[in-house]
C-alpha cells in the first residue's frame, strides 16, 4: 500500500510541474512579447487567413497519463527495494 501511495504522489508531483512549467513558459512569452505595430501596417492580409485554432486535447488523457506515470514509478520503487534492500 506505501509503494502506491508513494507511485502515485510521484506521478502527481511530475503532472503538476509540467502543467506549472507550461503554464510558466506561456507567461514568459507573453511578458517578452513585443508587437512591431509599424510594419504590420504595411502587410494587410485577411484575418481568416492568419488565425490559427489550437487542438484541444481529452481530459482522459490526463488520466491515463497519470497512471500510466504512477505504474512506472510504482516498479521503480520495487526495483530499487530489491535492489539496495
Not at 51 to 65: C, D, K, N
Request: proline fraction near 2%; include cysteine.
Amino acid at each position: 500500500m506505501k509503494t502506491i501511495i508513494q507511485s502515485l504522489v510521484i506521478s502527481f508531483i511530475i503532472h503538476l510541474v509540467y502543467i506549472v512549467g507550461t503554464m510558466v513558459v506561456g507567461y514568459i512569452k507573453t511578458r517578452n512579447y513585443k508587437p512591431d505595430i509599424e510594419n504590420s501596417w504595411e502587410n494587410i492580409k485577411t484575418l481568416q487567413k492568419e488565425v490559427a485554432f489550437g487542438v484541444v486535447g481529452s481530459p482522459l488523457f490526463f488520466l491515463f497519463t497519470f497512471i500510466g506515470v504512477a505504474l512506472i514509478c510504482g516498479l521503480i520503487i520495487i526495483s530499487y527495494g530489491k535492489i539496495v534492500g
